[in-house]
């Protein structure tokens, strides 16, 4: 984005009458971008981060999320019913923090999530944007019947992106009567640890202009990246006897790296390969192009989850990722032939590890990918 031109200077003569000493000045609108993920050809790391965080504006003005997409699923979230649920778990974060430990107060429940618990599809109220004003009750699992918001001023009790899809920017114009406050956002995938805020203040109070905004986003990614370096490390530890699908590190629990190392490999007809997964991944033979990626649009305005890319098929698979424990999960045995998929496999870093088993019965070079993560991929040959 660039910036409207003068309108930091503007800013910063409001309050006299004119740079010049005229009539006063009046500051224009200008449009400040947030980055949703962060992913970039740079690097093959995917963020559950927004870039940057904070960001100063004045009423009038618009912010627009733009995703840059690694696979995963975000979504942005406003509204009083945020700003009410992140207090919350700010207080009792600050007072007893085990207490979080026992689950989510209940300001936190209350919002609509994207994923279920368990298998199914996600729910629609969170997959689709949703507009609730005043006092009006929070939907749970249907599509919310309003869905458009002209400009936000704070009063909405939620206003949400719905499920972003790749280069599917949202933007959130706040209205000229907007008070001065902090105003938070999250992503109702990941929760507190991926949020932000949009702090308006006063016309008479100077804000960044846009492009020193892109500027520091663009600081705090590299940031995160220097904290998964380690995980960098570990990947080029790999072999081929503990290839690795995917990386990271503690360091940076905002970021995972969405890599297959070696990405080549080679096993004798009848051998094994065991992939050691970190982070959110699936290992995919002949994947067919409607099963890479998770989301997936209809006609009628719904967005839903691609069960080609989420379950296993083939043979034997992981079950939902979110009940998944450490284990090793055995594929059993592939000739070459038709879609193979280990199915979403959550990953904790080492040393608690999941791991997913496949024999080779057939010679033959095999392209295999994440369904996750698009640009993820390797090659086995089987000899």
């Known amino acids: 984005m660039r910036p409207t031109a003068g309108a930091f200077a503007a800013a910063c003569c409001l309050v006299v009458a004119g740079c010049g000493g005229g009539s006063p000045t009046t500051v224009p609108s200008q449009s400040f971008t947030v980055l949703v993920d962060g ?3 740079d690097s093959p790391v995917a963020f559950s981060a927004f870039f940057p965080r904070v960001v100063r504006i004045h009423a009038g003005d618009t912010v627009v999320f733009h995703p840059q997409y690694s696979g995963l699923p975000h979504t942005v ?3 009083r019913a945020v700003d009410r649920a992140l207090g919350r778990i700010d207080a009792i974060a600050a007072s007893d923090p085990s207490a979080l430990s026992g689950g989510p107060p209940p300001e936190y429940a209350a919002l609509p999530r994207l994923l279920p618990t368990g298998l199914g599809d ?3 109220a969170a997959a689709q944007p949703c507009v609730v004003a005043g006092k009006a009750a929070l939907p749970t699992s249907e599509a919310c019947p309003s869905q458009h918001l002209e400009e936000y001023d704070g009063s909405q009790q939620l206003a949400t992106s719905g499920w972003l899809g790749a280069d599917q920017d ?8 907007t008070k001065p406050g902090t105003y938070r956002f999250l992503c109702q995938v990941h929760g507190p640890d991926m949020s932000g805020s949009v702090r308006v203040v006063k016309a008479s109070v100077a804000v960044k202009d846009p492009a020193a905004v892109v500027s520091e986003g663009a600081a705090a990614r590299q940031a995160v990246l220097q904290r998964v370096q380690p995980g960098f490390a570990l990947l080029s530890e790999a072999t081929r006897a503990r290839p690795l699908a995917g990386s990271g590190d503690p360091s940076a629990p905002d970021a995972l ?4 190392a070696p990405r080549d490999l080679s096993v004798p007809v009848g ?3 065991s992939w050691v997964v970190i982070g959110t991944h699936s290992i995919a033979f002949k994947a067919p192009p409607d099963a890479i990626g998770l989301r997936r649009t209809t006609a009628d305005g719904g967005v839903h989850l691609s069960e080609l890319a989420e379950l296993p098929a083939g043979g034997p698979g992981a079950g939902p990722a979110v009940q998944q424990p450490p284990s090793l999960i055995d594929g059993g045995s592939w000739d070459g032939r038709g879609f193979r998929s280990s199915g979403i496999i959550f990953g904790p870093p080492p040393p608690h590890t999941s791991s997913y088993r496949l024999r080779f019965t057939k010679a033959g070079r095999y392209a295999f990918v994440c369904t996750v993560h698009p640009g ?3 090659t086995v040959t089987v000899r």
């Open 122 to 124: 996600v729910i629609q």
């Open 170 to 177: 949202w933007s959130l114009r706040f209205a000229k009567s």
């Open 77 to 79: 979230a406003f509204g």
């Open 39 to 41: 992913h970039q050809a």
């Open 271 to 273: 051998g094994s390969l």
């Open 257 to 260: 790296i969405a890599a297959f």
């Open 376 to 378: 993820m991929s390797g």
